[in-house]
């Protein structure tokens, strides 16, 4: 099987987030080139001990290359891309955004990326586990989360992800009813039942996240505390099937680790979906655009509780105003 590779020509500045697009459209194997140092959370993550003695300077210049299934429409996808690019630039540097093209035969590099995902800690007692990995390094009030992410889904190691965590270890009781909008691989859904959910509800639109959260809720042993539907919850048809297929529940916490662009929607249509006292918890907020979503949540009626940052990335945490 042969594999189509784009290689975006862009910036360090729009790396992370256009790294985090590509995976959002669904491409295979998001790779990032640039000559940033790693930092000392880096190399324990990545088990790097030994580097090159010369490393070109950063020059702030960066590649992120992805791969397309041959059977796909190659063009269409380009077009997509492009256009995702020209989004970024209005609020980020984002290079020439030249796009290239290759061919591998290669269909071992969707695991290749496996060599480098080990265990690590998400802080004092919150550990990530790769399936396929040993846990040597345990606590005895250890959270131990087993995560295969498949191919462009969540591990937990993005800033984002941390931001969420952080909050829900604030609002999680042992009685919370918890919504997961944008899953991805599970990770915030599995985490908060394992700091003592009664029961999480986590959506996505994409089949594949679907498959993935559904195999991570069996491997770490939620199942039965939690389940997940294909929704799109900002399609008011769908979102009105999914508040019918579900008797109109409410829950005590909303989670949103998803994108500003989403978000900012989203918080004009969640008040339903949450009780009364009910917390909305949000991130995928690039720095830039922490103000419009700011705006739009005050405009929706909701009490902004606490804004949070870590390096170029917001988490939004609310409650709407009854």
Same mark, same amino acid.
């Given at each position: ?14 790396? $992370? ?43 702030? *210049? ?17 077009? *997509?891309? *492009? ?11 984002? @290079? ?5 093209? #290759? ?7 969707? %695991? %290749? ?9 998400? $802080? ?21 989360? !087993?995560?295969?992410? @498949?191919?462009?889904? #969540? ?28 899953? @991805?691989? @599970? ?16 959506? $996505? ?15 770490? #042993? ?9 929704? %799109? ?41 949450? *009780? ?10 690039? %720095? ?14 909701? !009490? ?19």
């Amino acid at each position: 099987m042969k594999w189509n590779k784009l290689t975006i020509e862009t910036t360090t500045a729009a790396e $992370d987030m256009l790294s985090y697009e590509l995976s959002e459209m669904g491409m295979e194997g998001v790779e990032i080139e640039d000559h940033v140092p790693l930092s000392e959370e880096d190399r324990k993550i990545m088990y790097v001990d030994l580097l090159p003695d010369e490393i070109a300077p950063d020059d702030g *210049k960066a590649r992120i290359s992805c791969y397309v299934d041959e059977k796909e429409d190659l063009q269409a996808v380009i077009a *997509k891309v *492009k256009a995702k690019i020209e989004e970024l630039s209005a609020f980020l540097p984002v @290079g020439s955004g030249e796009i290239t093209l #290759g061919v591998t035969e290669e269909e071992d590099w969707i %695991n %290749n990326w496996k060599v480098f995902f080990k265990p690590f800690r998400l $802080d004092d007692n919150i550990v990530i586990k790769p399936t396929w990995e040993t846990l040597t390094d345990k606590k005895d009030d250890d959270i131990v989360v !087993e995560i295969d992410p @498949g191919t462009a889904f #969540g591990s937990g190691s993005h800033e984002t992800t941390k931001l969420c965590i952080s909050q829900l270890k604030k609002y999680i009781k042992k009685d919370t009813e918890l919504l997961d909008v944008g899953t @991805g691989s @599970g990770i915030l859904s599995i985490i908060g039942l394992k700091l003592g959910a009664h029961h999480a509800m986590a959506t $996505d639109i994409d089949p594949n996240a679907i498959r993935a959260t559904d195999e991570n809720f069996a491997i770490n #042993g939620v199942a039965g505390q939690a389940e997940v539907q294909q929704v %799109n919850i900002l399609d008011q048809d769908e979102a009105d099937r999914f508040y019918e297929k579900n008797n109109g529940k409410r829950y005590d916490v909303v989670v949103a680790n998803i994108l500003a662009d989403v978000i900012i929607p989203l918080s004009g249509i969640v008040t339903p979906l949450l *009780k009364e006292d009910g917390i909305f918890i949000t991130s995928g907020i690039i %720095n830039t655009m922490e103000e419009a979503v700011k705006e739009a949540m005050l405009a929706n009626n909701f !009490e902004i509780l606490e804004i949070n940052h870590m390096k170029d990335w917001v988490s939004i945490t609310a409650k709407p105003k009854r």
